[in-house]
């Protein structure tokens, strides 16, 4: 059954009067076919390290996140399909919101403790799922990574999960080049398994300095001073 409930408390919250999925729809598969032909048009997506994405159970995919354009290349570098935590602001439109719940996103309220988009984040990785988030929680414009937040590494810890970090080039040229396509490389990581006893902001740390050591050093941001191994 792909239909979740998340009726849990907050009776105001227009999001209980919805529904969202946490399995690929038919609505989802005839999405991703429609926008890798636009994505075709604008860019070149070249990815590595797609092997490092576990072929079955709950992931964490996490990713720099420099334009509105990253979701694209993200998906497209990957077979499984991912359900993206994304804000608020992009469902206010009654038809998109419709295909972003088709498709498997659903809103969070940025700024404030969500627990309504914590609790869809972890039935998505309670269905055995790939939840995408971007630790930074907002678009850093091709200006280098910045501080990121815990919420991923405390989906992993709390569940056991992986971490898959990825890095994603060139979304911050998209459309600047046309008629010309934009050349996007994505490079995936190895999987980052929580350590016992790791706090989150530990855990994000490792996650977030190994997306730094596969972004060129413009793109480092805050975390350009790579660790060196001892």
Known sequence: MSIIDVSEGMDNDPRLHKRYYVHETLTRKGLVAVLTLFSKLVMVVQAEGSEHVPSEGPVVLVSNHMTNFDVFPMQLSIKRPIFFMAKAELHRNPVMDYFLRKGGAFPVYRGQQDEWAKRQAERVLEAGQVLGLFPEGTRSKGRGLQPAKTGAARFAIKYQCP?????????????????????????IGEPIYPQRGEGPLALIDRVMYSIAAMLPPELRGVYADLPTER
């Open 163 to 187: 971490i898959v970090p990825m890095a994603i080039d060139g979304s911050q040229r998209v459309l600047k080049t046309f008629p010309r396509r934009a050349r996007i490389r994505v490079r």
